[in-house]
């Protein structure tokens, strides 16, 4: 009887298949998102921007949309086809970032930039939600794990390919090439563009699992499938939220236009006092005489939109799903774990991007594909190392006290510093390559413990929002605001990089205090999670 159990509970080997599909999916996913690294000085070149608008370029103008988008595509994974979904997601990302290379000025760019983040924003949803029904529950952690490993994988070829691109694309085209007119950077982004689109064809035939099938838990069909995903719409994406404001009440409308009036002046006094410059695409406002005011950058414009539009969704999940919001935004122990890890991801964020930029800033003697073979290899095996090694650790000290994940993610936030400082102050190449590795690792060890403590946090039922909500975090927080400060403090200082990226050190002192509070708290939010979600009406 037990063999027949086993035989029974093999997993079919057309599920291992697709798994692999999805990988290389994800590697793909991490490649058109991260090569912008080794392309960035290129860029800056030929258009005529600075480091403040290629840090707005890889953060703000692919994490809003990227944050955003990904709460209604997620509820739509959970309604629609996900291998539909999942194609058309991945054929709009790769279309931009191959439109990317035919880009002439920096507005074009942007654009190409923001399709890239609602694109990708289908990827992890409907991957996460496919792998959970092409593998049964023993084997789950193992299949997403080997899917999330397309992330180093990725983000680490990505800068290689880069190099290698761009150097004999250069190399063959001095001037660039005769047909198209294309120079290295921008074949770059074709040839990484392109290949998406034949894999989206290969994505297209795979057969989608029955949902919840291999649990017992068969879920029909959603007759409705839209309706879900256009409600969401209207909880989080600016515009549709007005409408969804209005359907709750005028005091909730009232509201909600204050809230978004006051984001727009706060982004507009940031525009004046920064004077950052570094924005593409700019908003006049004009007052009641006519008399038009400083434009708002889209670096604070596209911020002020992204910080709204979660306050409109944190408010419609106040009235739709009590309980949740108590346990997730009403939680003080959740909000400093997640925003804690946000100033990890901060400085995380910026190191890794920058690394390319300022390596070759410094190292003249080194050509672009030695650097990115070097950096993206390194960088990529140190974070999959730290994201591993920190994942046994956290899990090894919860057993000692119930706040050890939190003291993981205090020493993410705290170890790297001082090699992030030696790594963008030495004048040596070698030194250089090994500390990438080192802050790499080192960074990514928070990951896991705060992934794990955010879930720890909640219902099982809340998972899937607070997993929304610990991701709007590290966007939002993270991607959105540390490059581009870093880039910003570079602008200002002639395009010194070390100080930009050294500058993102002030933010620790923040981080520390969140992620201390955090662990004086979690021991008893994660020991009376029924008790609080009982007391706000829980059945």
Not at 87 to 95: A, D, I
């Amino acid at each position: 009887m037990g063999q027949q159990d086993a035989a029974s509970d093999r997993v079919p080997a057309y599920s291992w298949y697709a798994l692999g599909v999805l990988v290389l999916v994800y590697v793909l996913n991490f490649i058109d998102r991260q090569i912008l690294s080794i392309l960035a000085n290129d860029i800056k070149r030929d258009l005529g921007v600075d480091d403040a608008y290629l840090g707005f370029l890889y953060g703000t103008a692919f994490a809003i949309f990227y944050a955003l988008f990904g709460i209604p595509l997620g509820r739509l994974a959970d309604s629609w086809k996900r291998v539909r979904l999942m194609t058309l997601g991945l054929t709009l990302w790769s279309g931009m970032t191959a439109l990317s290379g035919f880009a002439r000025d920096a507005t074009t760019l942007s654009v190409a930039r923001i399709g890239v983040g609602v694109g990708e924003a289908t990827a992890s949803p409907s991957a996460y939600s496919l792998i959970s029904d092409w593998f049964p529950a023993r084997l789950r952690a193992t299949a997403l794990a080997i899917y999330s490993s397309g992330l180093y994988i990725g983000g680490g070829v990505s800068l290689a390919i880069g190099g290698f691109v761009v150097d004999g694309w250069n190399r063959a085209f001095p001037e660039g090439d005769p047909v198209l007119g294309l120079v290295g950077w921008q074949a770059a982004f074709v040839a990484v563009g392109l290949p998406g689109l034949l894999l989206a064809i290969w994505v297209a035939t795979l057969r989608e699992p029955m949902r919840g099938a291999i649990d017992g838990l068969t879920t029909p069909e959603d007759p409705h499938p839209f309706r879900g995903f256009v409600q969401e719409l209207y909880t989080i994406i600016p515009g549709f939220t007005f409408f969804g404001a209005a359907a709750r009440g005028w005091r909730s409308l009232l509201l909600n236009i204050v809230v978004f009036v006051g984001a727009i002046l706060v982004a507009h006094l940031l525009t004046i006092t920064l004077r950052s410059g570094a924005g593409a695409i700019t908003v006049m406002l004009g007052d009641a005489s006519g008399v038009a005011l400083p434009p708002i950058t889209d670096q604070w414009l596209l911020l002020a939109i992204g910080y709204y539009a979660v306050f409109c969704w944190a408010s419609a999940l106040r009235l739709r799903d009590y309980p949740t919001f108590a346990l997730t935004w009403g939680s003080p122990a959740f909000l400093c774990t997640i925003l804690g890890y946000g100033t990890v991801a901060f400085m995380a964020y910026s190191a890794s991007y920058w690394g390319a930029p300022y390596a070759e800033r410094s190292f003249l003697d080194v050509s672009k594909s030695e650097l990115g073979f070097l950096l993206g290899g390194g960088g990529a095996v140190g974070g999959f190392l730290g994201v591993i090694l920190g994942g046994r650790l956290a899990d090894a000290l919860l057993e000692r006290t119930a706040a050890g994940r939190v003291w993981v993610i205090v020493f993410g936030l705290l170890s790297p510093i001082p090699f992030a400082v030696m790594q963008y102050t030495t004048g040596n190449w070698t030194l250089f390559v090994g500390l990438n590795i080192v802050v790499s690792a080192l960074a990514a060890s928070a990951l896991g413990a705060a992934a794990a403590t955010s879930q720890s946090l909640v219902l099982p039922r809340m998972r899937g929002t607070a997993t929304a909500t610990f991701f709007l975090a590290t966007t939002l927080v993270g991607l959105a605001l540390g490059p581009y400060l870093a880039g910003y403090v570079s602008a200002r200082n002639a395009g010194d990089l070390s100080a930009g990226v050294i500058a993102t050190l002030w933010i620790t002192p923040i981080g520390l205090g969140l992620l201390l509070t955090a662990a004086k708290l979690v021991p008893n939010a994660a020991a009376t999670i029924a008790e609080r979600a009982k007391a706000a009406g829980e059945p």
